[in-house]
């Protein structure tokens, strides 16, 4: 099976930011599995043409997606960013979990790693029978 995806990465990073605005770039190229360098491209291409702006907060930057901007392919121009990522329906409340690679029985594979609050709801939720 080929390893091809729907979403290029300016999708994936696109869709990364929308559900965690406040991430490192680290955190970004962690999760999607492309270098950091890539992502620092990706983000100044996006802002350059209007999709996200970026505010900066102390250290950190925030990023805020343009929910209004009109996908660029005349194939999808009429649908914008937002109706994207409502299609895709992320919750604006729980943000994509960061991977990391780890070794599981001698290969690299992306393995998500479960919070503490996840581990405290996983654990109430036990205990309710869910």
């Given at each position: 099976?080929?390893?091809?995806?729907?979403?290029?990465?300016?999708?994936?990073?696109l869709i990364f930011l929308a559900q965690n605005p406040k991430a490192r770039l680290r955190d970004v190229?962690?999760?999607?599995?492309?270098?950091?360098?890539?992502?620092?491209?990706?983000?100044?291409?996006?802002?350059?043409?209007?999709?996200?702006?970026?505010?900066?907060?102390?250290?950190?930057?925030?990023?805020?997606?343009?929910?209004?901007?009109?996908?660029?392919?005349?194939?999808?121009?009429?649908?914008?960013?937002?109706?994207?990522?409502?299609?895709?329906?992320?919750?604006?409340?729980?943000?994509?979990?960061?991977?990391?690679?780890?070794?599981?029985?001698?290969?690299?594979?992306?393995?998500?790693?479960?919070?503490?609050?996840?581990?405290?709801?996983?654990?109430?939720?036990?205990?309710?029978?869910?």
């Amino acid at each position: 099976m080929s390893d091809w995806t729907f979403f290029s990465n300016y999708g994936h990073v696109l869709i990364f930011l929308a559900q965690n605005p406040k991430a490192r770039l680290r955190d970004v190229s962690d999760s999607i599995g492309i270098t950091e360098r890539a992502v620092q491209k990706i983000v100044h291409d996006l802002q350059a043409a209007e999709f996200i702006t970026i505010k900066k907060q102390g250290r950190r930057n925030r990023y805020k997606i343009n929910r209004r901007k009109h996908l660029r392919h005349r194939v999808v121009s009429g649908a914008t960013i937002g109706q994207l990522l409502n299609t895709i329906n992320f919750p604006t409340d729980k943000p994509i979990k960061i991977l990391k690679e780890k070794k599981i029985s001698g290969r690299e594979k992306h393995v998500a790693e479960e919070t503490e609050a996840e581990r405290i709801l996983r654990e109430q939720q036990g205990d309710l029978g869910f």
